[in-house]
């Protein structure tokens, strides 16, 4: 009996032993099965498009219109509303100038009309009602400015002044828009370009998020990995979403700064690149002085201000005219004619206290715009020295990110060597992955930034810089160029 009771005891404890072992098992590969509802495969989260619904017309201008910058301030120059409005500006101006001659043209009227008249006086004298009609049929006078001493002459240089510096404004206008459409289209370059990144991040983790899961179908790898991969791929696919509404919106801000907000889509057929731009602060300096608009117009308002201070002096002078008229009339419509002539000295009515005051508000206004002239000098030669340091120093970073962006990259390709063969783990993997997606970034953030600040440079100075040659020198460096040249032949 007692040995049938330790038989029966000893299969018990071995069946328990085995449900240990077994519950153990299962336990231990807890979280490493893949749910399929849970972890689907990367291309059935991958947004649904109704082929139905896409209609791609062969030959539209998605595919066959490539848009370079040249061609971008073309449109602009030719549909900016500002430009327009600055254009329009100096044509009006410039009619301003022939209004101010106009006073040396004749100038001519004609009037005619009925009035009947009963003298009271008259009539108490003689005793009875005396009524008169008195006719016009047609009154033509005419009248000529011979001189006033020189102030219609000055109104119209002021005139003059006037329309120059709209016309400097308009200047000013075009670079102001010529700036503004090269950063839009650089910034619509780094989304291209950021965007590409994005799809470049999406095939990397797609490939580790692959690579997770066959390490773990074969049993060397947790689920973790697949975890990890499956989170970076749905972050990536995310961020190439926003990528691509990014550059919607960049291309809809470049269209609006040209002036074509409803213009199709188009492809830019040029990437974001580094072209060298060789000039001197001294250099950039005197361009300013010569091509800057605000720095011309500065000079314009002095001098119109100056001549408004002249014409106010001539307050006191008269204007030597000469004034005829012939009339119709009479009795009746036609029964007379007369006419009258002479020549006229008209002295201005007077007040010497406004004219006065009037000079003195006048020099007043300008030695303020002469004091305006020297600030907006001053706020250009630090423009100039500002935009000239930030070049310097965009230029400067531009080699220090490529070089970060090689290093990245290799970084990347020997982790995902590393994971490949069973080695590295997938938080390494992780980082080098990161590093290298905000390298790109970094390098075309780079490559933006010095194109932005050549840009605002190429306003600064009022002139384009040209690609590849030295054509802003100081004249001293020209100097010695020609000098090596000839010692060079000689």
């Given at each position: 009996?007692?040995?049938?009771?330790?038989?029966?005891?000893?299969?018990?404890?071995?069946?328990?032993?085995?449900?240990?072992?077994?519950?153990?098992?299962?336990?231990?590969?807890?979280?490493?099965?893949?749910?399929?509802?849970?972890?689907?495969?990367?291309?059935?989260?991958?947004?649904?498009?109704?082929?139905?619904?896409?209609?791609?017309?062969?030959?539209?201008?998605?595919?066959?219109?490539?848009?370079?910058?040249?061609?971008?301030?073309?449109?602009?120059?030719?549909?900016?509303?500002?430009?327009?409005?600055?254009?329009?500006?100096?044509?009006?101006?410039?009619?301003?100038?022939?209004?101010?001659?106009?006073?040396?043209?004749p100038q001519f009227n004609w009037q005619t009309g009925y009035t009947r008249i009963r003298q009271l006086q008259l009539s108490d004298v003689f005793r009875r009602?005396?009524?008169?009609?008195?006719?016009?049929?047609?009154?033509?006078?005419?009248?000529?400015?011979?001189?006033?001493?020189?102030?219609?002459?000055?109104?119209?240089?002021?005139?003059?002044?006037?329309?120059?510096?709209?016309?400097?404004?308009?200047?000013?206008?075009?670079?102001?828009?010529?700036?503004?459409?090269?950063?839009?289209?650089?910034?619509?370059?780094?989304?291209?370009?950021?965007?590409?990144?994005?799809?470049?991040?999406?095939?990397?983790?797609?490939?580790?998020?692959?690579?997770?899961?066959?390490?773990?179908?074969?049993?060397?790898?947790?689920?973790?990995?697949?975890?990890?991969?499956?989170?970076?791929?749905?972050?990536?696919?995310?961020?190439?979403?926003?990528?691509?509404?990014?550059?919607?919106?960049?291309?809809?801000?470049?269209?609006?700064?040209?002036?074509?907000?409803?213009?199709?889509?188009?492809?830019?057929?040029?990437?974001?690149?580094?072209?060298?731009?060789?000039?001197?602060?001294?250099?950039?300096?005197?361009?300013?002085?010569?091509?800057?608009?605000?720095?011309?117009?500065?000079?314009?308002?002095?001098?119109?201000?100056?001549?408004?201070?002249?014409?106010?002096?001539?307050?006191?002078?008269?204007?030597?005219?000469?004034?005829?008229?012939?009339?119709?009339?009479?009795?009746?419509?036609?029964?007379?004619?007369?006419?009258?002539?002479?020549?006229?000295?008209?002295?201005?009515?007077?007040?010497?206290?406004?004219?006065?005051?009037?000079?003195?508000?006048?020099?007043?206004?300008?030695?303020?715009?002469?004091?305006?002239?020297?600030?907006?000098?001053?706020?250009?030669?630090?423009?100039?020295?500002?935009?000239?340091?930030?070049?310097?120093?965009?230029?400067?970073?531009?080699?220090?990110?490529?070089?970060?962006?090689?290093?990245?990259?290799?970084?990347?390709?020997?982790?995902?060597?590393?994971?490949?063969?069973?080695?590295?783990?997938?938080?390494?993997?992780?980082?080098?992955?990161?590093?290298?997606?905000?390298?790109?970034?970094?390098?075309?953030?780079?490559?933006?930034?010095?194109?932005?600040?050549?840009?605002?440079?190429?306003?600064?100075?009022?002139?384009?810089?040209?690609?590849?040659?030295?054509?802003?020198?100081?004249?001293?460096?020209?100097?010695?160029?020609?000098?090596?040249?000839?010692?060079?032949?000689?």
């Amino acid at each position: 009996m007692k040995k049938l009771i330790s038989i029966v005891f000893i299969f018990f404890l071995i069946t328990q032993n085995i449900c240990s072992a077994a519950f153990l098992h299962k336990t231990n590969n807890l979280g490493n099965q893949i749910k399929q509802e849970e972890y689907p495969e990367s291309e059935d989260v991958e947004p649904k498009i109704n082929q139905e619904e896409v209609t791609v017309i062969k030959g539209g201008v998605e595919n066959t219109l490539d848009i370079t910058l040249e061609d971008c301030l073309k449109f602009a120059l030719g549909n900016n509303p500002r430009i327009m409005a600055a254009m329009q500006d100096v044509f009006a101006s410039d009619a301003r100038i022939r209004q101010a001659w106009a006073s040396y043209f004749p100038q001519f009227n004609w009037q005619t009309g009925y009035t009947r008249i009963r003298q009271l006086q008259l009539s108490d004298v003689f005793r009875r009602n005396l009524v008169f009609n008195y006719f016009v049929l047609g009154q033509i006078g005419a009248s000529q400015m011979l001189y006033d001493f020189g102030v219609t002459q000055n109104q119209a240089t002021i005139r003059r002044l006037d329309n120059q510096g709209y016309k400097i404004t308009l200047t000013g206008t075009v670079n102001d828009v010529i700036c503004e459409v090269k950063k839009a289209y650089y910034n619509l370059q780094y989304a291209i370009e950021a965007k590409r990144v994005a799809e470049d991040t999406v095939v990397k983790y797609t490939a580790f998020y692959n690579q997770a899961k066959a390490f773990y179908q074969a049993g060397t790898r947790p689920k973790v990995d697949v975890t990890i991969a499956e989170v970076n791929l749905s972050n990536a696919k995310l961020q190439l979403i926003q990528a691509e509404n990014a550059v919607d919106i960049a291309m809809a801000k470049l269209n609006n700064t040209i002036g074509l907000p409803y213009t199709n889509k188009y492809k830019i057929s040029e990437n974001l690149k580094y072209e060298a731009c060789d000039i001197t602060l001294d250099g950039a300096i005197k361009t300013a002085q010569e091509c800057r608009p605000e720095f011309q117009l500065a000079e314009v308002k002095v001098e119109e201000a100056r001549q408004n201070v002249k014409l106010v002096k001539k307050s006191y002078f008269p204007q030597i005219t000469l004034e005829g008229q012939f009339q119709v009339g009479g009795r009746s419509p036609a029964s007379n004619y007369g006419y009258n002539f002479g020549g006229y000295l008209n002295f201005p009515t007077i007040n010497g206290m406004l004219i006065k005051n009037e000079i003195k508000e006048a020099k007043a206004l300008h030695s303020k715009e002469q004091a305006n002239a020297i600030n907006t000098k001053n706020n250009i030669y630090y423009e100039v020295q500002e935009s000239y340091y930030s070049l310097t120093e965009q230029k400067n970073k531009i080699p220090v990110a490529t070089l970060g962006l090689k290093q990245a990259k290799e970084n990347y390709e020997l982790s995902y060597g590393r994971y490949k063969v069973g080695v590295g783990n997938p938080i390494e993997l992780q980082d080098a992955q990161v590093q290298y997606q905000n390298a790109m970034l970094t390098y075309y953030q780079t490559m933006y930034d010095y194109n932005t600040a050549r840009a605002t440079l190429e306003k600064v100075i009022g002139k384009n810089i040209a690609s590849g040659e030295v054509s802003l020198e100081t004249d001293k460096c020209k100097k010695q160029k020609t000098k090596h040249k000839q010692n060079k032949n000689s």
